[in-house]
């Protein structure tokens, strides 16, 4: 009797002495979990700290253009409020009067309007669609060009005038354009038999003009891209082409313009988000500003700048401005847009 009582009495501290141990090891095991999320949660900001102290040359080069961004391109931007103000010196940038979108209105309330905005769209249309031509087609030549120096030499030769300012380029123009001693009056129309031209007061040979002057200075620029581009492109491709018959022209319909298309597509991209912009020193200087041009020459930049000297009022110059920005970034994401419906891939963003 007294030994069987004894043997339950052991069998239950043995039971109870099982049951604390496996409640032990379960509250010590989730300690030990509850320690190691600790130990992480606390190591990424050392980990972080390590890896700025492992890489800090490279963030210590960083520096400088991250400090001339912030200056140059954020800081600025703090000054789109004077689009909507009366600026009055005295009192300042924050102590004038808000006036609302009243500086706004001229761009779009004055008779001109429609012929600068008409203006500017067309040429830089122009541009964009001949630049993008050109500049292919005197890459594709020039990476096929036997002479590896020739081909050198004819990309210096087109890069050249892309260093010119526009003011040099300005008397250049003129020196060929000019009524009394220019190239076109003196020597070229006298051969064929044609008579002077007064260039600077004819408005309809400029749209012509002004197309040939900036395709011949900038045209350069984006020649050398695009035959970076296609120099990049292995030549496993043309010699597989090759094997299999393919002519020139399947090769570069096939293999040298799909392979460049993201080089394409992000310089039009750029391109098209400046379409709202001209280049102010070709309107200005090539023309030299002259009156009875304006029907043809005259877009937002020239105007803008013409109306600011004539008022005078700053607000009216910094909301052209802003329009201008806020439709190149629209512009820009549309067409991003567009681009990534099509091919995913190409999209800049």
Partial sequence: MHGDSRTSVKKALDWDDGEMGEQNMSVTNLSVSLSEVKKRGRGRVPNFLRVMKKYWVFYLMMLPAIIILIINNYIPMLGTVIAFKDINYQKGILGSDWVGFSNFKYLFSTETAWIIT????????????LTLFFSLAFAIMFN???????????????????????????????????????????????????????WYSQSQYWPGILVIVKLWKEIGYTTVIYMAAI?????????????????????????????ISPVIIVMTLLQIGR?????????????????????????????????????????????AGLVQSVVGFLL?????????????DDALF
């Fill in 144 to 198: 096929e060009m036997r002479s590896r120096w020739l081909s050198k030499f004819h990309q210096s030769a087109m890069f050249l005038p892309y260093f010119l300012s526009w003011v040099v380029v300005s008397y250049l123009v003129y020196g060929f354009l000019s009524a009394e001693h220019g190239f076109m009056n003196k020597t070229l129309l006298p051969f064929f038999g044609v008579d002077p031209i007064e």
């Fill in 332 to 344: 820009i994401f549309l067409a991003n847009l567009a681009v990534r419906r099509i091919s995913k």
């Fill in 275 to 319: 379409i709202f912009n001209a280049d102010f020193g070709l309107f200005f200087q090539v023309t030299r500003n002259a009156g009875a041009l304006y029907s043809t020459t005259q877009v937002i930049d020239t105007y803008v700048y013409q109306t600011f000297l004539a008022i005078g009022d700053i607000g009216m110059s910094s909301a």
């Fill in 231 to 259: 120099i990049g492109i292995d030549h496993e491709y043309y010699e597989a082409a090759l094997i299999d018959g393919a002519s020139k022209w399947k090769q570069i319909r096939k293999i040298t313009l799909p392979l």
């Fill in 118 to 129: 008409r203006n500017t769209l067309l040429y830089n249309t122009a541009f964009i669609v």
